[in-house]
C-alpha cells in the first residue's frame, strides 16, 4: 500500500477492532421495496426505495421522458436511449 494511504488501514483496523466496521450486504434478488437477504425477505431501507416508487410506472415514465430531454441518468449507463 502506499505510504500515503497508510493511515486509511489503519482507520479500518481500529474500526474492525471496535467492531464498527461494516460491509456491504449482497441481495439476492432484484432491486424493490422488498428484497431477498440470506432467503429472508427484508424491507429495503438503504436504497431509499422503500416505498418502491422506483419502478413506479408513472416514475419510470416520466424518467423516460425526461431522458428524451437529453438528461443523464446512472440508468442511461445500462440501458441504450431511444435514439441510438
Do not use: C, W
Not at 9 to 32: A, F, N, V, W
Request: glycine fraction near 2%; aromatic fraction near 4%.
Amino acid at each position: 500500500m502506499m505510504k500515503e494511504f497508510t493511515y486509511l488501514q489503519d482507520e479500518l483496523d481500529t474500526m474492525k477492532q471496535q467492531g464498527t466496521h461494516q460491509t456491504l450486504k449482497e441481495i439476492d434478488s432484484k432491486q424493490s421495496s422488498t428484497v431477498t437477504l440470506n432467503e429472508q425477505s427484508v424491507i429495503q431501507l438503504s436504497s431509499n426505495n422503500y416505498l418502491g416508487l422506483t419502478s413506479h410506472p408513472r416514475l419510470m415514465k416520466a424518467a423516460k421522458k425526461r431522458r428524451l430531454m437529453n438528461s443523464v441518468r446512472v440508468q442511461d449507463l445500462y440501458e441504450p436511449s431511444p435514439a441510438q
